[in-house]
Structure formats: structure tokens, C-alpha cells
């Protein structure tokens, strides 16, 4: 087969269509066009032994036609060689002492009377030890249906273990390893291959044969909720566990940029080394261009980890662009020449002719002839562990530590099936519920195996692949549509799986009989007093509700037939009783009521444009500012559509209309709806609740789908349509007013202000959020959540990249200080892999809470807090169960509480959410004293704790409760 046809950038064969890629063009060597006659001198920057010298060679071919003669070679009027010549095309080595700097030189061969010259250009040898990672790049579909490509990985594990026995015999460094990328695929493998092919990759795992790398995915890692980003890591514990060693490094390919605490959750599962590899010129920002051969430690927000980031040339794709031959290896010099490297330690990628290719047999067999030839540079195939930690033992601590965000980008693409994304968000934030909930009423009501097959299919939606390599082209192709299929149902799946979950921890808190008794679950870290909504069902027994000591508390019928309650004083890990009756529902003191406008609780205050809808002030009772910036003519939660990428043809909603669904005195709502541009409606509601501090806004979006391909099939990604027509983006905005207010940001694991904490070559124009934005000075702000929407512009509307984006001149570089981002809710800007259009209703859920001066652990409670709402189910007829656990400070947030995998003991991850080093005091309820161990991501007892716990700012604390 031609190199051409398996080369994925060149081109791909899928479903009967052929697209062409020509991005990679400029780096193939057209092997398969008619093959011109060598050069009369190729310089070859290879340092050869001759008697105990080391020499540099030039490579002379010439063509000599007739009997035998002798044929001189002189450098620069030099005789370097003198041999005979045989009839025919004759090719030999002629030797020089090594260059010590780059010059010209001129060689002449001369065979009886006539001569051929040529001039060269002779660079001195690098003295260099090249580690080669030989993987094939995991892509979940795109080149292939998924379970074409699933089988594909798990064959290339038995094609790698195989070249590995094969070349086991050979000398150091030229024998195969094979390394496991990403281990979705190895998963598999130990699911549905028979004992002896496990027990063979165990083997052979032992042996070196076959390397782990503790990533399950390619993950969009901007994506994951933070006990996500635990989850990426996990299986990797596993597998090293059943193997015998130790996992200390992670890949990814081709998605470039990783989330901050995607330091940290490698840490917590014992990960060192971290070989991340970019697609290397598509939609990438500056990144390659920053980082590309520059080793450095990424430092952890809480500044006690680090972990050796280092991006290779070509990021994966070497092999995909390139052939082994001596012309590369003068190639790779001469671009370690070009970046500046000054190491004698350097590793490249080998991923095989394409994505999801299989191992490259040619791999060893070049690299043994050339180290038997060449003493330097050396080649050494190796696993990402041994390369890296070769490196830090020589050059570690010579590399920059770097410590901030190096903001990914594709995530971007998440916004094309924004219902999707949701779904996937809500889910992870579910299950991390339902484990919470499970360790705190039956340690063994959750089936481990559900729990992980959850967390998997969370993962596998938040990987890179979104669809085929023609989705956008040819989106109503069966080959498309399959692919999504797939995708999607990761999504569904996680979704219905952890409802399912969370209903059996529900079901073990005690179903009881009585409908009038309700208890009110709460699966966080400290106490709350929030809102509850009973079904009409399950609020048939009145509207009056009281606290189990027979207080009453504000309750409202909602128009819905939903009976509303406010549950006071639930504590944290715990639950509370209340109790319903006939009796008439007690109003609050302070109602919540909308007149004229304005939304107002005696706490918050909102007013509303009659015309547009939009929200124009914010403010807190007490204070006069409106935290609403409308100088501009600008206004909270504005609808907002662009087509195309010219911002100053963004269009608004029209006229609205304002009903109010709910009166109060409990819960004040009002509906609004607007005709807007790219949809069928939009209709948008905000709720204010009395006795609470923040007003919640729900904006439900009827998407039109964007117009089709008119010529399916036709052009392939680089066509003119997936390039940049019918291109389309749905924001909310939110400009705010805080006087010399500061932007921070929620991301998993950390905090980070926009362009302060942000790497170079980290992506601008859009950045990933966690859950939650604050802008905010010493003494007042607002803190804004995100529920459902994940991505936000910064400043400016700047997510105008359609298409493919090769030049990193035309990413943004600067992101000035503002107060002012836009919800990024959906969009289709890509020509390949992600959607190319969405329909239907998907709902946006935001909040807004003025607040006093910034607190990030309070922003992280009302986040987490609004994510993972208090749950309810009819009392059993036990007392209540007292409450599992209080953590003091309520600043150390516990981000996670699960049973342990073995089911012996709890675990709790705990986070620094201020920023700063606290000491965390645990509480457990009586009788229970358990021995508290310092642990990690694989639940292991690392140290035993006893006492308080030293919590750093943003730093992560796995502990491990040992129950009598």
C-alpha cells in the first residue's frame, strides 16, 4: 500500500468518500511521485567510529558507465577519498572530521578526466539521545465507525506485544515498546479478551514489553468536574495495581491545552511525566509555537506539585509527515538548531502512518541499523517513564516552572450539541452526589462496578473525538450520523445511570410510608437552609410545613401543583425532618414579589428592561451601586446571536413580553419571552426566593437548526461550506460593575484570573468555566454560576474562528482587565469532528448573587451548592440518622465522599477553596472514631493522620477513614 493512502492529514477513506486534507502537503516527501536521482553529496549529520575516531560522513552517488575506475573525492580542494567504481549507479560514504560549526564546502568527484561538483553545507552532529514513543493516537470514531476502531486498539495491543517479542533479541534501544497512550483501549482489552491475552498483557506490562500511561482519554480536561479530572486517572491506578508497577506518566494527543488541575489530579495518582503532543497545526492558538521542545514543571494552583510537561516537534504527527531515513535525522537536528535546545536528552512521537494506526514495524529495524551504524545521535525506543525520567536526572533542574493555566482550546466544539454537553455536566455532578449519599446511608448500596461504568461514559463523552471526519460536510451521511449516535449516548447514558444510582442511595436514606413526613438530604460539606420543591404527589398531605421540633417555615403552592419549602439548618452530611399538614402555609417575613419591573426580596434587588427583558440592576439591599454595567447601553443575561465571524453583526432578541408565573410571597418568577434570531422561541425566566441571597435565571433556547451542505459529500472539511458557511453562535452576556473589581474564575481544582494566571500560548478567545465567575473587590461583587453552559468570552465577543485557524498570528494575545463575559452557549465554528448544526430546546441555567467582599470558598459553596441541590424523600419510620461528618473550617470544602473501591473504609478528597493553608478538623458522628490515613487517588493508606489535617490553598487532600 502507498504511504499516501493511510495518511490520515493526506488523505481518508471513509463511508465511499475520499477527502483530501492539505494542511500536510508541505511536510510529506512525495514519495510516491517519480523519484529524482540523489544528490552527487547529501551531508549526513551522523557521527560514524573509525579507528577509535569519530568521523562525519558524506553520502556521494554517482553514475559511472563503463568499465572499472577510480574515483576522487576532494572537500575544498582536499582529497577526503580516493576507491574504484564499478559500472552502474555506485553510492558510498566518504568520511570527514567532524564540523564544529555550520559552513559551506564544496565536493568535487572526479573519475578519470571529468568531474561532477557540488556544494554542501556541512552542521556539526548533536551529541544528542533521541527516546522514540512509539502508540498509536486513540481517536473514538472519526476515521472509523467506534466499534471498528475499539477493535482496532485492542488489536494493536496484541500487533505491539507482538513486535515487542519479536525484537526482543536486539540491542538496547532499538527493541519495541509499545506504549498505551490513552487506556480506553486497554480497558477494553481486559473486558473482553480471553484470560490467557490478559494474562499475556499483564506479562508483557512486567516485562517493559508494553508501557501504561495513566490517562484514560484525550479528554477535554477544560470540560471535567473536578472529581472528572480525579476520574481521568483512575483506571490507571487500577491497571498498574493488577500489573505490578507503578504508573508515573500520562499522554495526550493531538488536543491542545489541559486544565490547571489536571496537574493536580495527576499528582494524586502518582503521575510525574506528562508527554502532551498537540495536533500540530489546526485551531491550536500560539501553543505549538510557545511550547514546542521547551521542557517545563507545571506547578499545581496550591504550588506543592509539579509535573514535567513536554511537547515534541510535530506535537503526535511525526510519522504521519515524515519517514525514517538519515534526511529525517538531519531534519530533526536541524529543527533542535531552530528552537534553540540545549539538552542532550530529547524525545519525538512515532504514532504510526495515521490515526489510530497500528504499530510501525519499520521502527526498530531503522533505528537498530542506525545506532549500529552511527554513535551519535542515538535512537532509543523507550516507554514515556524512562524517557522522561532520564531527562529529569540529567537536565531537571535546569527547565522553567510554570505556574498557571495553559487554557485549552477545543472545547469550543462542546458548544455544538450544547444539550449533550449538559446532560454530561449534570450527570458528573449527580454522581458525585450519589456516592456522597451512599457513604452516608449504606457504604454498600452502590455496586463499585456501576459507579465506574458511570464515571466512564462521562469520560468517553468529554473525549476529543465528537463525531466523523466529514460530520460537518456530509452531516446526514449514515457514516455521520452513526458516529453520533455513539457520541450522544455516552451522554444519555451517564445521565441515566447516575439518576439511577442516585435513586438506590435514595432508596437505602429509608423509603417510608407516611407522605406527610419528608426528609431533606444534603450531600456537601457544610450546612445549608435552601429552597426544596416537592412534586404535587409528593406534597399531597397540605401545604404547611414544620421542622421535625415543630417549627413552621415558608411554604408556597406553585402554580405547577409543586409545593415549595424553605429547609432551614439541613446540616452538612446529614439530613433533617419536616413535617406537612393542612394547615395554611406560612408566609415569610420579607416576601419575594415582583411590581413594576423589579424583582425584590428585602435581600436582592433585580430590576428588568420592559421592553427587551434583559436585566439591567443588581444590587443588595444596603448598598446603592447596581452591579449591572449599562453605560453602554449593555444588559445582563442579553440574548445574543451571531452569524458568521463579524461581531459587529451580532443581533438581540426582540420585543419581549413579560408574564409572572409565580407571585410570591415565597417565590416570585416571571416568565419572558422573545421572538430571537436563530430560533424558534426563546423564553427566559428569573426566580427570586425569599431569604435568599441571589436570583436564579433560566433561559430556555428553541435552537433552529443552521442550513445543510447543499452539495453533501462534496469537498470534504477544507470545502468552502465546512469552512465558514452557515456558521453560527448563541451568547448571554453579562456585564457587571464592581469599582475596581477583580475577575477570577472557577476551574476544576483551582482558581484562576483571566490573563494574570494564564500561560503563554494558553487559549483567549474563549476559556473553559467550572461553575462559577466572580467579580468582586475588597468590600463588595457578584458572584455569577454557571450550570449547564461551560465556555465564556472574556472582555469581548472573540469566538469568531471558523473553521480551520493554522496561523497563530490571528489568535488573540491579550485579554486587558475587564468585568464584562459572555456565556458562550452554543455554536457549530468547526469543519470537521464536532456538529454542524443543533435543534430543539436546551435550557441554560445561570445565578446571581451579590455578595460582600470576595470569598472564594463562599463562591465554591453557592456553586456546588446549586449543582448538587438538597434531595428528598418520605421519612422512613427511624429517627433521623445523625449527620456522618462536620469539617471545620467550612473554607476546606470536601470536593468528594465515597465509599472505598475495597468497601472497608470512606474516602474524602478535601480542597483549600480559600486560597489559603488551613488546619481541618473532622468530626465524625458517635460512635464512629475511624483512623484517618493520608491517601491518594488509588485509596491506598500512604500516612496515618492523626488530628488535624494541613489543608494548603487549592491544594487536594485524599483521605482515607478506616471504620472499627
Known sequence: MKRRDVLKGLSIVAGGALCTTPALSAFAFGEDKAQAPPPLALPIRGLVRKNGKLMQPIQISIRHSGGDAAAVTTLDGAEIDRRALTSGQNTFNVLIAPVTEARDGSIVVKVGESGSSASVKLQPVRKVLIYVLPHSHHDLGYTDLQANV??????????????????????????????????????????????????ALIAAVKNGWVAINGMYANELTGLCR???????????????????????????????G???????????????????????????????????????????????????VWIPWTGYAMSHVMKLSPEFVGKYQDRLD??????????IRWSGHGDNAVPD????????????????????????????SAFEKRHGTEIPEMHGDLTPYWEDGAGSSALETKLNRVAADRLTQAEALGAMFSPTALSTAKVNEAWRNILLYSE??????????????????????????????????????????????????????IDVHNSTSW????????????????????????????????????LAFLAHDVPAFGSARFRLSGAKALAPAKHAMFQDGVLDNGIVRVKLDPASGNLVELSQHGRAENLVDSSQGQAANEYLFLEGSDVTKVQQSGTATIHVEEAGPLVASVRIESAAPGCKSLVRRVRLVAGEDHVELTNIVDKKRAPLNPHPGKGGPGDDFAQREAKESVQFAFPFAVRDGAMRMDIPLGVMRPEIDQLPGACRNWLPVGRWIDVSNAEHGVTWVTLDAPLVEVGEISANMLGSQRDPKLWRKYIAPTQTFYSWAMNNHWGTNYRAYQEGVVEFRYALRPH?????????????????????????????????????????LALALKTSEDGESTVIRLLGASGEERQAKLTWAAPQQPQLWLSDLSEQRVKRIDGEVTVAGWDLVTLRADHA
Not at 527 to 540: D, G, I, K, Y
Request: hydrophobic fraction near 40%; charged fraction near 25%.
Open 150 to 199: 475499539e477493535e482496532k486498539q485492542m488489536q494493536n495491543i496484541t500487533l505491539g506485544m507482538e513486535m515487542a517479542r519479536k525484537t526482543a533479541s536486539y540491542p538496547e534501544g532499538s527493541r519495541f515498546v509499545w506504549n498505551l497512550e490513552v487506556l480506553w483501549g486497554a480497558d477494553l482489552y481486559m473486558r473482553r479478551r480471553s484470560q490467557a491475552e490478559k494474562d
Open 226 to 256: 473536578p472529581e472528572e479530572l480525579m476520574q481521568l486517572f483512575r483506571y490507571g491506578t487500577e491497571l498498574g495495581k493488577t500489573c505490578g508497577v507503578r504508573v508515573d506518566s500520562a499522554m495526550i494527543s493531538d488536543v491542545p
Open 258 to 308: 489541559y486544565t490547571w488541575g489536571t496537574v493536580t489530579a495527576m499528582a494524586q495518582a502518582g503521575i510525574r511525566y506528562f508527554s502532551a503532543a498537540p495536533n500540530f497545526f489546526d485551531r491550536i492558538g500560539s501553543l505549538m509555537a510557545e511550547w514546542q521542545d521547551k521542557p517545563f514543571w507545571a506547578v499545581s494552583p496550591s504550588g506543592k506539585e509539579k509535573v514535567l
Open 338 to 347: 531552530t528552537a534553540g535546545f540545549k539538552y542532550d536528552i530529547s524525545y
Open 361 to 388: 514495524p519499520e521502527l526498530s529495524e531503522f533505528i537498530k541499523g542506525w545506532n549500529e551504524e552511527y554513535e551519535w545521535p542515538k535512537f532509543h525506543i523507550s516507554s514515556t517513564s524512562e524517557a522522561f
Open 464 to 517: 476529543h473525538t465528537w463525531g466523523a471526519w466529514c460530520s460537518v460536510s456530509d452531516s446526514e451521511s449514515d457514516f455521520t450520523k452513526k458516529q453520533w449516535d455513539v457520541k450522544r449516548q455516552f451522554a444519555v447514558d451517564a445521565e441515566s445511570m447516575s439518576k439511577a444510582l442516585l435513586a438506590e442511595t435514595l432508596q437505602a436514606a429509608g423509603a417510608g410510608t407516611d407522605a406527610s413526613v
Open 527 to 562: 450546612p445549608r437552609s435552601e429552597l426544596v420543591v416537592l412534586s404535587a404527589a409528593m406534597s399531597a398531605a397540605g401545604d404547611h410545613v414544620k421542622t421535625e421540633r415543630g417549627a413552621s417555615v415558608p411554604s408556597q403552592r406553585l402554580s405547577t401543583g409543586e
Open 852 to 892: 460582600a467582599g470576595y470569598d472564594a470558598a463562599a463562591a465554591g459553596r453557592f456553586a456546588i451548592g446549586l449543582s448538587q441541590p438538597l434531595v428528598t424523600t418520605v421519612a422512613s419510620a427511624a429517627a433521623v440518622k445523625p449527620a456522618l461528618l462536620r469539617i471545620e473550617p467550612e473554607d476546606v
